[in-house]
């Protein structure tokens, strides 16, 4: 009969259960972090990894996070949800340097490319990144993104009725706007024309259907985020080898892309979009280690090109689709919307960049769109230091969640909050920017902001135009159920349809 000793000598076993019960009392001890500051939370367990199992087994319950202050364990990283205004303000602006970053985990398993992506970098990094981009969305720079912009709205309208509905002018939504938006992406993040919305006709470009394909993966279900989220160090060990948790063969042919269209820019400079401002604003590795503080890499470009496609594709698209489901719900607003670019495009003699700046109630529409369906389930920043605001005391190490789908429908904050009523948004000083941040907050809130708004305006405004919204026998009745995946979405299909505007 085989003993234990026959398979290992007493030290070693008694090694062993040393360190598993030194690894244990570590545990232990992180876990009491929030107990000894006196915060209430559900006990951790190592099955549960901390807190985390039920978000693990369904990522929805991220869409229920309670609106009021609470606690848990993210494995051994200690969080606090705090719904406060008077709080948040600190925390996102005049506290920012305490709470700098997003968070901590996960940074440096998405491959070198998109480790180097504005959402993931830190300190200075982040800070010479953010600088060079921050000027492409400008007032200037977006009008001469204008017509990018245009011709895949064009696009869409043109094949609305025909490509994407069927002879009852029925849709489905969220594939009409998805392949709208995945071309306005690649258009101004890649510098290619993909043409996604001819798909139906089989004429997808390699480079859509590669797009596609990127975006369907599910990063979620990788077992390997699980494992980097319980052992984080592992994270430092993926960077050296270049592991990335997003499919390689997508980074490597969007990668070989950017360097292909790169090299085509630089002989003969196009037309102004993202990666174009990233070309003229490229430095080397050489100039980061000298302390450059304006500029971007070869690798960094690829990063923000491709966390742009990740990042801008889900929340635009899914925006698109609920403001068209509010809007052929609620005929009243519709309407309102339809007069209003009638008369807007009448003043400015055509839909300009200065007419869509001008029309006042679509973005209240769109606004209270995105309220009601918020674009992202929660919003995060991790704490670097010790602070007390307002009598709470959030230790450092501690991530602090923000709960966005909450807010936006906390009866203490609207009235009848899941009621779809744009004229709520019709003076924006009135409303609370921690209690409504469908871009989040502060310095370090979406930067693509204002070109995803610009996309979504120029689009409504060409189809109201040309096409009466309505919905169908199956279209489900308001408030829609939402789920999570990469982004926020629908969770039934939405089945619209498009009759011609008279």
Not at 328 to 338: E, I, L, P, T, W
Request: charged share 25%; glycine share 6%.
């Amino acid at each position: 009969m085989i003993t234990p000793l026959d398979i290992l000598s007493l030290e070693t076993w008694i090694l062993i259960l040393t360190s598993f019960i030194l690894i244990r009392l570590y545990i232990h001890k992180k876990w009491q972090f929030l107990k000894n500051i006196n915060i209430p939370h559900d006990p951790p367990t190592i099955l549960g990894v901390g807190n985390m199992i039920g978000v693990i087994k369904d990522p929805n319950q991220v869409i229920i996070i309670p609106h009021i202050f609470h606690s848990a364990y993210s494995w051994l990283t200690p969080s606090i949800t705090i719904a406060d205004p008077e709080i948040l303000k600190q925390i996102f602006i005049k506290e920012f340097s305490t709470f700098p970053d997003r968070q901590k985990a996960l940074l440096d398993v998405n491959g070198k490319e998109m480790n180097n992506a504005l959402t993931n970098v830190t300190g200075s990094q982040w800070k010479r990144i953010r600088s060079t981009l921050s000027p492409t969305f400008s007032s200037s720079k977006l009008k001469e993104m204008f017509g990018i912009v245009e011709d895949c709205a064009d696009s869409f309208v043109q094949n609305i009725g025909t490509i994407n509905s069927d002879d009852d002018g029925r849709f489905d939504a969220s594939l009409a706007f998805g392949r709208l938006t995945l071309d306005g992406i690649c258009s101004s993040a890649f510098g290619v024309k993909v043409d996604s919305q001819a798909a139906n006709n089989g004429e997808e470009t390699q480079v859509a259907k590669m797009a596609r394909e990127f975006l369907a993966v599910e990063i979620l279900k990788n077992p390997m985020l699980f494992v980097f989220l319980v052992f984080p160090w592992l994270g430092k060990v993926a960077k050296i080898f270049d592991y990335t948790i997003f499919p390689k063969k997508y980074v490597i042919y969007f990668s070989k892309l950017i360097d292909s269209v790169v090299e085509t820019k630089k002989q003969n400079k196009q037309r102004t979009d993202i990666l174009q401002t990233m070309i003229d604003s490229q430095i080397t590795e050489e100039d980061v280690k000298n302390g450059a503080v304006k500029g971007v890499t070869r690798t960094e470009m690829k990063g923000n090109a491709l966390i742009t496609l990740i990042a801008a594709y889900e929340t635009t698209s899914n925006a698109m689709v609920f403001l068209a489901y509010n809007l052929a719900v609620y005929k009243d607003a519709q309407h309102k919307c339809r007069e209003e670019i009638e008369q807007v495009i009448a003043k400015h003699g055509g839909l300009t960049y200065e007419a869509v700046q001008d029309l006042k109630y679509m973005t209240q529409c769109l606004n209270e769109s995105m309220r009601l369906y918020s674009l992202v389930p929660a919003n995060g920043r991790f704490c670097e230091r010790d602070i007390t605001i307002n009598g709470v005391t959030i230790p450092k190490g501690t991530v602090v969640n923000i709960p966005v789908f909450g807010m936006g429908r906390d009866e203490e904050f609207w009235d009848e909050p899941l009621t779809f009523n744009p004229d709520r948004m019709l003076d924006m000083n009135e409303i609370d920017p921690m209690i409504f941040q469908p871009f989040g907050a502060g310095p370090r809130n979406c930067i693509g902001m204002r070109f995803a708004l610009l996309e979504i305006k120029i689009t409504f405004a060409k189809l109201l135009q040309k096409f009466h919204l309505d919905v169908c026998e199956d279209t489900p009745a308001p408030p829609l159920e939402v789920t999570f995946k990469s982004g926020m979405r629908p969770k039934e299909m939405i089945h619209l349809k498009v009759t011609a505007a008279e």
